[in-house]
């Protein structure tokens, strides 16, 4: 094996390595915005309806999540970096190739490759950024994480609706070839061993992979089981908002202007109300500090944040964009300003803007607190298995809630013309933020003994005790 340099492992790698994950998060979701972003020309372009690209996000991510749980398990028990290597080559390449649809079942297929791609930054890649921090900053490191994925998807929301409004196949390049140049800029990334972080482990080797047998033990720890169900049903409702940007679409085009228009300024008051997850990097940070007061900490302040959401985004739904003033057919830069002017000069568009962002900064808390939880009550070998059980179900619930949200608009669109149909279902699949917030309660009672439990068992493994749960 060649002599790696002198700085391979150090302090300054470790922070590339963490950039380059950060950057990866953020282009995987935005890979998967793209068709959300620009339904309309699609549309027009591909001859396919509404319910049938509703049919393929969902599709898209419901693989990514089966994927997920497969690349998860497979990270936990062999080289991680090659792993996430490959998974980036592939969902990179297919994000490109769909650029070259010319059908609406050519877009299904290349999309779906994309998918499979994009299963092992989700679960490979949680792995790896738990073992780059220590537990006492989790929180605030994975909202960083989040938050690279809200940027993800509002860029890609973004991308799509502005480059993507004459010509469907651009946002699929530029996303595709930002993939491949951080796959290559990964090959010099920190292959970090399991459990890097762990202050208990301090310099004792750590050798520990997980065996298929050890699988329905995890679902024993109670806090996973909380964490994968809130995830489940907090899907249907996050599902249900990727189609916030045709929802701002359709207000657009029912003031009356055309679809070029209700594209990008759609996508700028989507890109605008994103704004509010950037508080994530606050709602880590009180995690992280509420947990070393209070163990039940973290999953508290999630069901704060989730609860106090909802009536929130019911408001902000049904606001509409009245009295909305913009230049027809004029580019993206002019409508932004014109925009900006608007939600200073027009209360109906201020408010509409302003109750989105509040309810995104509420939910922002959800995320960071959930992925930390996730390291705080599981071994370094089962992280990427279980964060991949938790994608599973989350897909389950996204995909559902994505297709089942386009279905119920459609259905209601013969009673409520648009955009009141968007509208109304919408808010309907913001009722499953209920359940969610009972979960991350039980949580909050069972995450306190699952940490100190882990923390027991890590402790014995540096003094070379062992235990029977290491792969020989």
Same mark, same amino acid.
């Not at 080797?205 to 679902?219: M, S, V």
């Given at each position: 094996?060649a002599q790696?340099?002198a700085?391979?492992?150090? *302090?300054r790698h470790v922070?590339?390595?963490?950039t380059?994950?950060v950057?990866l998060?953020?282009?995987?979701?935005?890979?998967?915005?793209?068709?959300?972003?620009m339904?309309?020309?699609?549309?027009? @372009?591909?001859?396919?309806?509404?319910?049938?690209?509703?049919?393929?996000?969902?599709t898209s991510?419901?693989?990514?999540a089966?994927?997920?749980a497969?690349?998860?398990f497979?990270?936990?028990? &062999?080289?991680?970096?090659?792993?996430? /290597?490959?998974?980036?080559?592939l969902w990179?390449a +297919?994000?490109t190739?769909s650029?070259? +649809?010319? &059908?609406?079942a050519?877009?299904?297929?290349?999309?779906?490759?994309?998918a499979?791609?994009?299963? =092992?930054?989700a *679960?490979?890649g949680?792995?790896?950024?738990?073992d780059?921090?220590?537990p006492a900053r989790?929180?605030?490191?994975m &909202? /960083?994480?989040?938050?690279?994925?809200g940027?993800g998807?509002?860029?890609g929301?973004?991308i799509?609706?502005q480059?993507?409004?004459?010509?469907?196949?651009?946002p699929?390049?530029?996303?595709?070839?930002?993939?491949v140049?951080?796959?290559?800029?990964?090959?010099?990334?920190y292959d970090?061993?399991?459990?890097?972080?762990?202050p208990?482990l301090?310099?004792a080797?750590?050798?520990?992979?997980?065996?298929?047998?050890?699988?329905?033990?995890?679902?024993a720890?109670?806090t996973?089981r909380?964490?994968i169900l809130?995830?489940?049903?907090?899907?249907?409702?996050?599902g249900?908002l990727v189609?916030?940007?045709?929802?701002y679409q359709?207000?657009? $085009?029912?003031?009356?202007? !055309?679809?070029d228009?209700?594209?990008?300024?759609?996508?700028?008051?989507?890109?605008l109300?994103?704004?509010?997850?950037?508080? *994530?990097?606050?709602g880590?940070h009180?995690?992280?500090?509420?947990?070393?007061?209070?163990?039940?900490?973290r999953?508290?302040l @999630?069901t704060?944040?989730?609860?106090?959401?909802? #009536?929130?985004f019911?408001?902000?739904?049904?606001?509409?964009?009245r009295?909305?003033?913009?230049?027809?057919?004029?580019g993206?830069?002019?409508?932004?300003?014109?925009?900006?002017?608007?939600?200073v000069t027009n209360?109906?568009?201020?408010?509409a803007?302003?109750t989105?962002?509040?309810?995104?900064? $509420?939910?922002?808390?959800? &995320?960071p607190?959930?992925?930390?939880?996730?390291?705080d009550?599981?071994?370094?070998?089962?992280r990427?298995?279980v964060?991949?059980?938790?994608?599973? +179900?989350?897909?389950l619930?996204? =995909?559902?809630?994505?297709s $089942?949200a386009s +279905?119920?608009?459609?259905?209601?669109?013969? @009673?409520?013309?648009?955009p009141?149909?968007?509208?109304a279902a $919408?808010?309907?699949f913001?009722?499953?933020?209920?359940?969610? !917030?009972y979960?991350?309660w039980?949580?909050?009672h069972?995450? #306190?003994?699952?940490?100190?439990?882990?923390?027991?068992?890590?402790?014995q493994r540096?003094?070379?005790?062992g235990d029977?749960?290491?792969?020989?």
């Open positions: 094996m790696r340099p700085w391979w492992g150090g *302090s922070k590339w390595t963490i380059v994950f950057v998060a953020s282009l995987d979701n935005a890979a998967l915005a793209i068709v959300p972003g339904i309309p020309p699609l549309r027009d @372009s591909l001859r396919a309806s509404e319910a049938a690209l509703g049919v393929l996000t969902g991510i419901l693989v990514t089966l994927a997920a497969g690349w998860g497979w990270g936990d028990r &062999s080289r991680r970096k090659r792993l996430l /290597f490959g998974g980036t080559l990179a +297919a994000c190739l650029a070259t +649809a010319t &059908s609406f050519w877009l299904y297929v290349w999309q779906t490759v994309m499979v791609g994009l299963g =092992a930054i *679960s490979v949680f792995s790896v950024v738990s780059l921090v220590r989790r929180g605030l490191a &909202s /960083f994480w989040g938050v690279s994925q940027i998807t509002v860029g929301q973004l799509a609706s480059l993507g409004a004459d010509r469907f196949g651009t699929f390049v530029v996303v595709g070839v930002a993939g140049v951080f796959a290559l800029a990964y090959l010099v990334a970090v061993p399991r459990g890097f972080r762990e208990v301090a310099a080797p750590y050798d520990y992979r997980i065996e298929a047998r050890q699988i329905p033990g995890l679902w720890v109670r996973n909380w964490l809130q995830g489940f049903s907090a899907q249907f409702a996050y249900s189609w916030t940007p045709l929802l359709e207000k657009v $085009l029912a003031a009356g202007y !055309g679809t228009t209700a594209t990008k300024v759609g996508g700028i008051f989507a890109t109300n994103a704004v509010g997850a950037l508080a *994530s990097i606050i880590g009180v995690g992280d500090r509420w947990q070393a007061r209070d163990p039940r900490g999953a508290l @999630s704060i944040g989730i609860l106090g959401a909802i #009536p929130l019911l408001v902000f739904f049904f606001v509409p964009l009295g909305l003033e913009v230049t027809d057919g004029a993206t830069w002019l409508l932004l300003r014109q925009v900006l002017a608007e939600v209360p109906w568009v201020g408010a803007l302003a989105g962002i509040l309810a995104l900064v $509420l939910t922002s808390v959800d &995320s607190n959930a992925f930390a939880l996730i390291a009550v599981n071994l370094p070998e089962h990427g298995t964060f991949g059980a938790g994608n599973l +179900a989350n897909g619930g996204r =995909a559902t809630g994505s $089942l +279905a119920a608009a459609t259905a209601m669109e013969r @009673s409520l013309p648009p009141a149909n968007w509208a $919408l808010a309907a913001q009722l499953f933020f209920l359940p969610t !917030g979960c991350y039980r949580a909050s069972t995450s #306190p003994e699952d940490v100190a439990s882990l923390q027991a068992t890590l402790a540096a003094t070379g005790a029977d749960r290491a792969v020989t």
